[in-house]
């Protein structure tokens, strides 16, 4: 998949960490307490396939993290807002889990800071389809495999090109499109999971073992 950048507003897109940082500092249960129904279903899979020490990517606020920590994962949660890291941490602390979370700013277009074959399984909800450029999600993807253990898993969701808000909004590149309250949204087409799924055996739409 070729793609072109040329047209990319880069000063927009990297404007996105001071947006999300405000909102999650003004609004520290956005998205609610209860866990995502795509960690939950999630969940099972990690279990079925005992992958008890898992990567999360773009954690937000901390509930799935949370829900994740309470069924008996090691979590170790990304993102790049501090707000989010430090909701996630007082939480942790206020639920007795910080002994299996572990909370870490970071910006997951530059290395993921752990070792070689590190987890057994890598989870995002949402996070690919942020306002991430073609060649930073190839990147990442390839940072992922990097930190998984063979036969790790990789579960994310996205939102698709059927989805009604695609081609609304500003159009901020690719398939990026900045749509209600500011937020700029990369839509997947199946060519584009397929193509991310470089040295991956894909099981569902998106579960990834590496291979």
């Known amino acids: 998949m070729k793609e072109t950048c040329s047209n990319i507003e880069k000063e927009v897109l990297d404007a996105q960490c ?11 249960d956005m998205f609610g307490e209860a866990a995502s129904d795509a960690a939950q279903e999630a969940a099972k899979v990690f279990k079925q396939e005992a992958k008890t020490k898992i990567l999360e990517l773009g954690a937000g606020q ?3 993290t949370l829900f994740f920590a309470q069924n008996g994962f090691q979590v170790y ?29 970071h910006d997951l277009r530059t290395p993921l800071p752990f070792d070689d074959e590190s987890f057994a399984g890598c989870y995002s909800h949402m996070l690919y389809c942020m306002a991430l450029t073609t060649s930073e999600l190839e990147f990442l993807s390839n940072e992922v495999r990097r930190v998984l253990r063979p036969g790790g898993l990789n579960i994310y969701t996205v939102r698709h ?8 909004g500003i159009h901020r590149g690719e398939a990026m499109y ?21 040295g991956y055996e894909m099981l569902f739409r998106v579960t990834l073992r590496k291979k």
């Open 77 to 105: 949660a990304l993102d790049y807002c501090e707000a989010g890291v430090e909701n996630i941490t007082r939480k942790a602390a206020e639920m007795g889990l910080s002994h299996s979370t572990t909370p870490m700013c």
């Open 161 to 168: 090109i059927d989805d009604p808000q695609y081609g609304t």
């Open 178 to 198: 900045e749509i209600g309250g500011g937020f700029i949204v990369h839509f997947f087409s199946e060519a584009r999971v397929e193509h991310l799924a470089k």
């Open 18 to 28: 001071h947006h999300w940082e405000s909102t999650f500092s003004e609004m520290p």
């Open 62 to 64: 901390g509930r799935d």
